[in-house]
């Protein structure tokens, strides 16, 4: 059985697929099988979607840029940099949860499966639905993202005290420098430490 984990943050722009490429790259230099997914993406220039989170992501696998390749990895993109809802609305579209929902099971010939989610834990990726009743229903354990930005603090243990409440497992939490950062790493580290028992790592400026 492959091992399933969710990539979330505690908001958008955060570094989410910085990290996810670096950990795809160690992953396929050691030979491993991995499914990456990135279901949902809004904020994408049609006319070169290769320049993008998805091209990213299929450059890291070592997978060539075609569109059948990019909608293994993304199947819904749209143009608006808002909300995959609205900028699927305004393309006279509708995502549909339960389709998202089965493209995101695993396939039992990879070791490891992979799903980034579009913005934060609580980003809608449908009308009534967000990355966390995703998370919920696929009942898998998730690696949280966060920066070091002002507000970071409060954002990153509101969205700990959620995954928790819901009994979520936490695998790792991955801690980006931000590009404006309000608190070192080390601090930020050792200040969650101190109220959760979770395993934290570092990057350096994304």
């Given amino acids: 059985m492959s091992h399933n984990v969710f990539i979330t943050g505690t908001g958008t722009d955060i570094g989410k697929t910085y990290y996810f490429c670096s950990l795809l790259k160690r992953l396929i230099k050691q030979k491993i099988s991995v499914r990456a997914l990135k279901p949902i993406l809004s904020g994408i220039d049609k006319s070169n979607i290769y320049n993008s989170d998805t091209g ?6 070592k997978l060539p840029l075609t569109m059948e390749n990019f909608i293994k990895v993304t199947p819904w993109y749209f143009a608006a940099a808002v909300s995959p809802h609205i900028a699927a609305r305004e393309e006279g579209k509708v995502i549909k949860y339960d389709d998202v929902l089965n493209f995101c099971q695993p396939y039992e010939k990879y070791e ?4 980034e989610g579009a913005g934060g ?10 990355n966390l009743d995703l998370i919920k229903d696929l009942n898998i354990p998730v690696i949280l993202v966060s920066g070091n930005y002002l507000g970071a603090i409060s954002h990153l243990q ?10 979520i497992p936490i695998e790792k939490i991955i ?13 930020l580290k050792e200040m969650i430490n101190q109220k959760y028992n979770e395993a934290i790592e570092c990057l350096e400026r994304i």
Avoid: K, V, W
Wanted: charged share 15%; hydrophobic share 40%.
């Fill in 56 to 61: 990213r992501i299929l450059e890291s696998l």
């Fill in 158 to 167: 509101t969205a700990i005290e959620c995954l928790n409440y819901y009994n």
């Fill in 121 to 130: 834990l609580m980003s809608p990726i449908t009308q009534d639905r967000t």
């Fill in 112 to 115: 490891y499966q992979f799903i």
């Fill in 175 to 187: 801690l980006n420098e931000s590009i404006f950062p309000a608190i070192g790493l080390i601090e």
